[in-house]
């Protein structure tokens, strides 16, 4: 006869009926949850093709715990492990390039992006900053007293500069204390964290991150103890 079939095994088929989304007949990509396609292999555990788990993860609470001009300590205040690959810090260096943006994110700040444990702590330090506690120093964390960081939820390629996720706060992205300064204003105090010989610590009732600079450091509602000999609290909160 003159008939014939498909790929598929239909006669006078077009190969439509067992074309993956690739459009190969009997393949074996699939589409995600976004119309992507690829392999199963391929998907992260969100469903997303070639994704890194982010788009189903929920921000954990994690907050800054204590800074001082050449540091920053990261805290896990729930009961769950936090993967860091998902959290990112912000930052403005000196005067904001873009008002109320960062000048950057500090991505790979973490260097083995660890999985912190409940009650753990990750210190991210600047190159001058040799304490033992240090988890990861780079060149990159601008320091100085006078710089805004964001705890943010999102790693570098998940950065929302449209509606950013911020978790916690250190600094105004809109602003900038200035050269001479002596850096931000906190609790009380004028000009207080260019002093190398100063630390910052969250108050032990602090039980979460916040965003607002102006409410965390203002006198009255000031969420820092503020040590004027440095005190070696790092690496425990």
């Known amino acids: ?14 190969n439509s009926l067992c074309t993956d989304c690739a459009g190969v007949p009997n393949g074996t990509q699939i589409e995600d949850i976004d119309g992507n396609c690829c392999y199963e292999n391929d998907l992260d555990q969100c469903g997303i093709c070639y994704g890194n788990g982010f788009s189903c993860q929920e921000p954990k609470n994690v907050f800054i715990s204590e800074f001082s001009f050449n540091y920053i300590e990261i805290f896990n205040a729930s009961d769950e492990v936090v993967d860091m ?7 403005v260096n000196n005067e904001p390039d873009s008002p109320g ?43 100085g007293g006078n710089d805004s960081f964001c705890l943010t939820f999102g790693g570098s ?24 300064s002596g850096g931000w204003d906190m609790c009380g105090e004028v000009g207080t964290d260019t002093d190398s010989e100063k630390n910052f610590v969250r108050k032990i009732w ?28 790092l690496g425990e909160h």
Not at 158 to 168: A, G, I, K, N, R
Not at 216 to 222: A, I, L, R
């Open 85 to 91: 690959q998902y959290y990112s810090i912000a930052y």
């Open 206 to 233: 602090v039980a979460e991150g916040n965003v607002d600079w102006w409410e965390s450091s203002n006198s009255e509602t000031c969420e820092w103890d503020i040590y004027s000999d440095y005190e070696d609290t």
């Open 101 to 143: 943006n960062p000048d950057g994110i500090l991505y790979d700040y973490y260097g083995t992006l660890p999985l912190l444990s409940p009650g753990d702590v990750y210190v991210v330090c600047h190159t001058t900053n040799d304490h033992p506690e240090c988890d990861y120093v780079t060149s990159w964390f601008p320091y």
């Open 157 to 180: 390629s998940d950065y929302d500069y449209e509606d950013p996720h911020w978790l916690d706060c250190i600094g105004d992205f809109d602003i900038w204390p200035g050269w001479g």
């Open 1 to 14: 006869g003159t008939g014939w079939m498909d790929e598929c095994g239909t006669c006078f088929g077009d």
